[in-house]
C-alpha cells in the first residue's frame, strides 16, 4: 500500500470510501483524509476498528464519496466486480484510485480500470502500482460497469448442489483437502460440534450428513462472503441440527465448548506468503474450546509444522490419513 500513500499528489478530496481497506503503516500515512472502511474479512475489520477508522461490513448501494480507494483482491473476476463497485460508489466529478502488487497482477488491474473509465495516471514504487481514473463525469463505460457487475455473483456448482461465488476459497470446486478430511471421519462423532474456518460450508455439510450423531453445528468464518454462502448451503439442514453462522476471528477463541472440532485451516492471510502461525493459532483455539472427552479433526498440507503444537496441546494425537499432499490429525486429550 506504499504507493498509495504516495499518492496524495492528487487527492484533493478530504472525504474518502476505502473499500478492503487494510490496516498499517501506509493507511495512517493518508492523514488528513476522512475515511470510511468497508472489509468483509473480520481479523482486518477488528484491526481497523481498534485503530478508531469507521468501518462496515459492506457499504450501502447508494453511498458515494468524492475519492473512492481500494486494494484489490488477486481474483480476477471478484476483482472486477470490484472496480465495478467503486465506479457505483464514486460521486460525480470524484476519482477512484487502486493500489496492488506487482506480482499479484498490478498490470492486469490496471489494464482494466483503463477499460472502464479510461486512465488518469499511474505511480510506481516499491513493488507495488497506484493508478487512477480521470474525474467521472459519467463518461465511463456503463455497459462495461453493469457486466463487471455480476462478475461475481453468486451461482450454482457442483451440479447446483451448492451456491458460491468468486473470491472465495476453492470458489468453484470441492478442496481436495477437506475431501480428504471428510472421508476420514468416522460416523460416530457426536454431540455439539464446530467448523473453524468454514468457507462456504462443504466440510460442515458433509458432517451432518456423515454423522447422524451431531446434534448442534457452529460453523466459525472469517470472510463473510464465504458465511454468507455456507447460511444458504446448510439451509437444507436446519431441521436436522441446530445451526449457528458465526462471522469471526478463530484466533481469538471461541465463546463455548465442544465435544467435536473440525477444520480445514488456512495458511494465508490478506497477503501472499505461507502463514503457518494462523493453523498453530486455531490449533490453540480449538485446545481450548473442547469438552473434557472432545475431538479435534483437522487437514492441513502435509509440509505444514502443526505436530509440535498439537501435541503440546493434546495427550493423544494420531496421523489418520495421508492423500495429494495432505495429512489429516485426530486429537483427543486436550490439555488446559
Known sequence: MYALEQSSQFISSKEALFLRARPGVALRALQGLTLRCEQSFRPAFDALHREGYAVE??????????????LPPRQKEETRALLARMVAHCAPGGRIVAS???????????????????????????????????????????????QWAQADR????????????????AWDRVDAASQ??????????????ADLGAGWGFLSDALLGRCAGITALDLYEAEARALDLA??????????????????????????????????????????????DIGRRFIETAASALNRNGQLWLVANKHL???????????????????????????????A
Not at 180 to 193: K, N
Request: charged share 20%; net charge positive.
Open 57 to 70: 461490513q459492506q457499504c450501502e448501494a447508494g453511498e458515494t464519496a468524492p475519492l473512492v480507494l481500494a
Open 100 to 146: 496492488v502488487a506487482n506480482d499479484e497482477g498490478a498490470r492486469s488491474v490496471e489494464k482494466d480500470l483503463n477499460q472502464l473509465t479510461g486512465l488518469g495516471g499511474s505511480i510506481t514504487k516499491h513493488h507495488c502500482r497506484v493508478f487512477w481514473s480521470p474525474p467521472l463525469e459519467g463518461q465511463h463505460n456503463a455497459e462495461l460497469a453493469a
Open 154 to 169: 453468486v451461482r450454482p456448482i457442483l451440479g447446483g448442489r451448492f451456491k458460491s461465488r468468486p473470491g472465495v476459497f
Open 180 to 193: 480428504l478430511l471428510v472421508e476420514a471421519l468416522p460416523t460416530t462423532l457426536r454431540g455439539t460440534a
Open 231 to 276: 447460511r444458504d448451503n446448510l439451509a437444507a439442514h436446519a431441521g436436522r441440527a441446530a445451526l449457528a453462522f458465526h462471522w469471526h476471528d478463530v484466533v481469538a477463541g471461541l465463546p463455548k465448548k465442544y465435544d467435536v472440532i473440525v477444520s480445514n485451516p488456512p495458511f494465508h492471510a490478506l497477503a501472499r506468503g505461507e502463514r503457518p
Open 305 to 335: 509444522p502443526y505436530e509440535a503444537a498439537l501435541t503440546s496441546r493434546f495427550a493423544d494425537v494420531r496421523a489418520v490419513a495421508e492423500g495429494g499432499g495432505f495429512k489429516v490429525i485426530a486429537a483427543t486429550g486436550a490439555r
